[in-house]
């Protein structure tokens, strides 16, 4: 069984039309090019968003663990150099100098953990919520073509994914181009899905 092109609706495999929308099912062979080459680099762009996003998770987890170390770290050598203060009454400096040392270590972990929980949770976030994001456009294509052509001819979407995923920003370029140079066949394509849904 195949799908219609336009809605999605499942169709016997000779089906000239489609029995939810009408939508023909022979299309003219650049059309189906052009929206092929949108879901590829859509689905190129998902799989950038998704993989930067748990690579970045992992990284932050390994960063939260050395953090957590030293805080420990610091921690315990706090209690234990002011538990030693009997042994060591004939050397105060020696004790206060321990403490201090534990107290960087301990104020270093505390340091390191907000820093990078500033620096990764943001993007890990952002990374994450473009995959639905994406999803969607992908979607939407089924039915909508216009909408994720405005998504795809965003200049707002190139900046955006420059701060937050280079390699999916390649995908978004190659989308914003192919969707710019192809306007007269989306053209076609929306005015056919419009056709159909109402």
């Known amino acids: 069984m195949k799908k219609c092109a ?5 169709l016997n495999d000779n089906a000239k039309f489609c029995d939810s929308c009408g939508a023909s099912q022979t299309p003219d062979d650049k ?6 080459n949108m879901a590829r680099f859509l689905r190129y762009e998902r799989t950038a968003w998704k993989v930067t996003g748990f690579v970045l998770l992992g990284i932050f987890a390994f960063y939260v663990l050395i953090a957590v170390l030293l805080i420990a770290t610091g921690g315990i050598g706090i209690l234990g150099a002011a ?4 042994q060591f009454k004939n050397d105060p400096d020696f004790q ?5 040392a534990f107290l960087i270590v301990l104020m270093y972990g ?5 820093v990078f929980a500033a620096a990764f949770v943001p993007t ?17 294509m089924k039915t909508d073509i216009s909408v994720t052509r405005r998504r795809a001819i965003s200049p707002g979407m190139i900046v955006f994914s420059a701060f ?28 056919k899905q419009k056709a159909n849904i109402t």
Not at 83 to 86: C, H, I, K, M, V
Not at 124 to 140: C, D, G, P, S, T
Not at 164 to 191: H, L, Q, S
């Open 124 to 140: 890990i976030i952002i990374n994450l919520k473009m995959v639905k994001r994406v999803e969607f456009y992908q979607e939407m």
């Open 6 to 10: 336009i809605c999605g609706a499942e």
């Open 110 to 114: 505390w340091i390191y953990l907000i």
């Open 164 to 191: 937050f995923n280079k390699i999916a920003m390649a995908f978004i370029i190659v989308n914003f181009v192919k969707t710019r140079k192809n306007a007269k066949t989306f053209d076609m394509i929306e005015a």
């Open 83 to 86: 538990a030693s203060g009997e």
């Open 31 to 36: 059309e189906q090019r052009v929206l092929d």
């Open 96 to 100: 206060s100098g321990a403490l201090a």
